[in-house]
């Protein structure tokens, strides 16, 4: 089934502790991006990729680094996280098109994070 | 600065009740706009979309949304809510120029009463 794939589903990690979240997608998807959703404040960019081998910056990146070796795979690592990275973590991608900055985003279903 | 304000936090309706979500935004021109619902534990799914053209939309599962370019506005409807819809819903829009880059609302969690 065609779509993006993200793991784990959930995780505790203990503070100070290195951590990667997996997305995957089978779309070939040129952009990708990384969220973080946040009860009273939606969802917040953390890094995006518009292309393989390309990255930026979003929102919220402090804290979070990410890299784009392929077109399928995004991961998002924490090196030493902090109790306020506690959050959903969600992972989109978006189709191209010829005017690719109104096309719409496909969202995973999220890994849930708990920093202690 | 660029923004997307969902004033309602919280909405409670009774199954078969109207339904009305509001979304203002803050931008130069008029952007791309978009609407999203998500269903608990999941990610979120693409209910309509504005680019241009006539102001009315219709989405998936029966939801409509109009734009109203002397308020800012992208209001959500639907004539007559279900319990499937109770969900959270968020409110897009891009920027026409720019970078590709989403800002979305706080979001609104609708409860349906049966």
């Known amino acids: 089934i065609a779509g993006i794939t993200q793991a784990p589903t959930s995780q505790i990690l203990a503070a100070g502790r290195h951590m990667t979240l997996r997305c995957t997608q089978d779309?070939?998807?040129?952009?990708m991006y990384w969220y973080r959703q946040d009860l009273g404040l939606g969802l917040r960019l953390i890094h995006y990729?518009?292309?393989?081998?390309?990255?930026g910056k979003g929102e919220v990146p402090d804290g979070y680094s990410v890299s784009r070796a392929n077109t399928d795979d995004f991961p998002l690592t924490l090196a030493s996280a902090v109790p306020s990275q506690t959050s959903v973590y969600f992972c989109?991608?978006?189709?191209?098109?010829?005017?690719?900055?109104?096309?719409?985003?496909?969202f995973g279903n999220g890994t849930r994070l708990t920093v202690t | 600065a660029q923004s997307v304000t969902q004033p309602d936090i919280h909405i409670t309706v009774s199954e078969g009740a109207s339904l009305e979500l509001r979304c203002n935004y803050s931008?130069?021109?008029?952007?791309?706009l978009f609407w999203y619902v998500q269903s608990p534990g999941q990610g979120l799914q693409l209910l309509l979309k504005?680019?241009?053209?006539?102001?009315l939309v219709q989405g998936i599962k029966g939801f409509e949304a109009e734009f109203k370019r002397s308020q800012s506005s992208f209001n959500l409807r639907k004539p007559s809510v279900h319990w499937s819809d109770a969900a959270e819903y968020f409110c897009?829009?891009?920027?026409?120029?720019?970078?590709?880059?989403?800002?979305f609302g706080t979001g609104t969690r609708l409860k349906v009463l049966a």
């Open positions: 989109a991608t978006r189709p191209p098109q010829k005017v690719s900055y109104n096309s719409p985003l496909h």
């Open positions: 779309m070939r998807h040129n952009a």
């Open positions: 990729s518009n292309t393989a081998g390309t990255t």
């Open positions: 931008y130069g021109a008029t952007p791309y």
């Open positions: 504005y680019f241009s053209g006539d102001t």
């Open positions: 897009a829009v891009v920027p026409t120029s720019g970078t590709y880059k989403y800002i």
